[in-house]
């Protein structure tokens, strides 16, 4: 019950992620301090969890370090918080949720074949129908029909997922060498704020001002110490105890969850086609997970292999 509990509280820290990110954008924090200032945070909580520098087996491994950090911390979450900044959190909250469709794309791409490809390929199907439907109908409402804005929100969404299923892919190769999971997130946390610093010359002064105000301050802790230092704790002992097959099902609840996070801390509307695409994505996402699920093992070992959208 410890670990359905914890994964259900992971979850429920990720998909409010996407509110508190547009509360900072709204407070005047451009997307790229949002960005320093969380993982900052994040892997100054780590230092203390694992001060000791993580040694490596082989210096090759450095590369996938360095990949996951550009992939995972700098682009991933860059892409997203730029698109928060176009179209609306519950768009990008169903959009990011994806995530694991490309993760199962990648592995057809690298010969693993669904146990039944054809309820993955109707649940891929599902799943985007029900984002291109959330997308232009949130688009619509909180934007007053600015379609362009929208359409560059989402695609920068579109691509966000896609950079997160590569970055799960390289932590999957990183984990398989044995790594002990919270000093190598330390790592890779470590290599995003060193890509993360060149952006830092055309970026403006600090928001020092903004830092001041308690809605930012508490936005920015939840982010930087909940989401991204405590939840990787909480999620890697639900996947060590329920395995990452059970763990992975709570996926399912983040467009949900995000859509009623906004609605009730944004504002966001939440009309029928909002809901309908809402229950499309939910549905397309269970149906072609369940595609792979005869092909893993009952009980997959604490690792970031499960594909999850950690915002």
């Given amino acids: 019950m410890k670990a359905h509990l914890l994964a259900l509280f992971t979850i429920l820290v990720w998909s409010t992620t996407f509110v508190a990110t547009k509360v900072l954008i709204a407070a005047g924090l451009t997307p ?3 960005l320093v200032i969380r993982f900052t945070l994040g892997f100054l909580a780590l230092c203390c ?3 000791r520098r993580l040694p490596l087996a082989d210096r090759c491994h450095e590369r996938l370090f360095a990949a996951a950090g550009l992939a995972g911390v700098t682009c991933y979450f860059l892409l997203e918080n730029i698109a928060l900044t176009f179209t609306s959190a519950t768009a ?17 791409a690298r010969g693993s074949r669904p146990a039944a ?3 993955f390929a109707l649940g891929f199907a599902l799943a985007m129908a029900g984002i291109v439907l959330v997308g232009s109908a949130s688009g619509k409402a909180i934007l007053a029909g600015s379609a362009e804005a929208n359409f560059i929100g989402c695609g920068l969404s579109f691509a966000a997922a896609v950079v997160w299923a590569i970055y799960s892919t390289i932590v999957g190769r990183i984990a ?3 790594y002990e999971t919270l ?3 330390k790592r890779i946390f470590g290599w995003g704020l060193l890509f993360m610093a060149p952006a830092l010359l055309v970026a403006g002064p600090a928001p020092l001002a903004a830092l001041a105000e308690p809605v930012v301050t508490g936005n920015l802790l939840f982010l930087g110490l909940g989401a991204s230092a405590a939840c990787f704790v909480t999620w890697n002992f639900a996947v060590k105890h329920l395995g990452a097959v059970v763990t992975s099902t709570y996926i399912y609840l983040v467009p949900a969850l995000t859509g009623t996070a906004s609605v009730i801390v944004l504002g966001e509307p939440l009309t029928a086609p909002i809901v309908g695409g809402l229950g499309l994505t ?3 996402l269970a149906l072609s997970n369940r595609s792979h699920e005869k092909k893993r093992v009952p009980k997959d070992p604490p690792s970031e292999q499960t594909c999850i959208t950690e915002t």
């Fill in 49 to 51: 969890l694992r001060p």
């Fill in 92 to 108: 990008v909250g169903a959009i990011a949720a994806t995530a694991p469709l490309f993760c199962a794309l990648i592995m057809l």
């Fill in 176 to 178: 398989e060498a044995g």
């Fill in 282 to 284: 939910i549905a397309g």
């Fill in 32 to 34: 790229l301090w949002i």
């Fill in 183 to 185: 000093a190598a997130t």
């Fill in 117 to 119: 490809p054809a309820p």
